[in-house]
């Protein structure tokens, strides 16, 4: 059974997100929380397994809460939903440590297949998605300091191999792992098991995350 935080100034869309997730035979709803200080308050209490965030709040804001819970080192995924036409700010959540977001307007059963995705501790965003976006708003983003010219210098890339090095290149470029196997010819599962090693040895909490890694650290840049 995944439980679920739900994080929302309006409380007819926290009432909405409900009554889908409670049609659902794996899913329960924790709680629900107005703002950014009730949601890490009730992520400290409840330990939900994903957090539906949203940015916009008064006081203080989905991004901020995001952050403060990641850091709590607390199981607990966030999933941001925002209205993405009009909000860029949903890239300041991934750097945060959100493991995705998804538009507020998304079809019922993407919000509910990227729950459960959060929850198994996968991506929800799709990699050439996250790159297009990324790409499209770079000059919003801020640097997370200043990158070493030659790119495999960066601390946290160091303890790459270098088919780690260049299978995190190919994954900040959009490459699925089908996409990796086919052009690198290498097994799937050998695809899998240097994803898993480059996150455990970069510290990515999963493939979203080590998108902008590629970015932060150069080896892949905006077109």
């Given at each position: 059974?995944?439980?679920?935080?739900?994080?929302?100034?309006?409380?007819?869309?926290?009432?909405?997100?409900?009554?889908?997730?409670?049609?659902?035979?794996?899913?329960t709803?924790?709680?629900?929380?107005?703002?950014?200080?009730?949601?890490?308050?009730?992520?400290?209490?409840?330990?939900?397994?994903?957090?539906?965030m949203d940015?916009?709040?008064?006081?203080?804001?989905?991004?901020?809460?995001?952050?403060?819970?990641?850091?709590?080192?607390?199981r607990?995924?966030?999933?941001?939903?925002?209205?993405?036409?009009?909000?860029?700010?949903?890239?300041?959540?991934?750097?945060?440590?959100?493991?995705?977001?998804?538009?507020?307007?998304?079809?019922?059963?993407?919000?509910?297949?990227?729950?459960?995705?959060?929850?198994?501790?996968?991506?929800?965003?799709?990699?050439?998605?996250?790159r297009?976006?990324?790409?499209?708003?770079?000059?919003?983003?801020?640097?997370?300091?200043?990158?070493?010219?030659?790119?495999?210098?960066?601390?946290?890339?160091?303890?790459?191999?270098?088919?780690?090095?260049?299978?995190?290149?190919?994954?900040?470029?959009?490459?699925?792992?089908?996409?990796?196997?086919?052009?690198?010819?290498?097994?799937?599962?050998?695809?899998?098991?240097?994803?898993?090693?480059?996150?455990?040895?970069?510290?990515?909490?999963?493939?979203?995350?080590?998108?902008?890694?590629?970015?932060?650290?150069?080896?892949?840049?905006?077109?």
């Open positions: 059974m995944t439980t679920v935080l739900i994080v929302d100034d309006q409380p007819m869309q926290r009432f909405g997100f409900r009554m889908l997730l409670e049609s659902q035979d794996d899913m709803v924790a709680g629900e929380a107005g703002n950014g200080s009730e949601a890490i308050r009730m992520t400290a209490e409840l330990h939900p397994d994903v957090v539906l940015i916009r709040m008064p006081g203080l804001d989905g991004i901020e809460a995001t952050r403060r819970i990641v850091a709590s080192g607390d607990t995924r966030v999933l941001i939903l925002t209205t993405f036409d009009l909000d860029e700010y949903a890239y300041e959540g991934l750097r945060a440590g959100a493991s995705g977001f998804l538009i507020k307007d998304a079809l019922p059963e993407e919000l509910l297949s990227g729950i459960r995705a959060v929850a198994s501790g996968d991506a929800v965003v799709a990699p050439s998605l996250t297009r976006l990324l790409d499209t708003y770079a000059g919003h983003l801020p640097t997370a300091g200043s990158a070493p010219a030659d790119p495999s210098a960066h601390p946290r890339l160091t303890s790459l191999t270098d088919r780690e090095r260049e299978i995190l290149t190919v994954i900040g470029q959009g490459w699925t792992n089908a996409e990796i196997s086919t052009r690198l010819h290498l097994a799937e599962s050998t695809v899998k098991t240097h994803v898993g090693r480059i996150l455990a040895k970069t510290g990515a909490r999963d493939r979203v995350q080590a998108v902008i890694l590629a970015y932060d650290t150069k080896l892949v840049r905006p077109s």
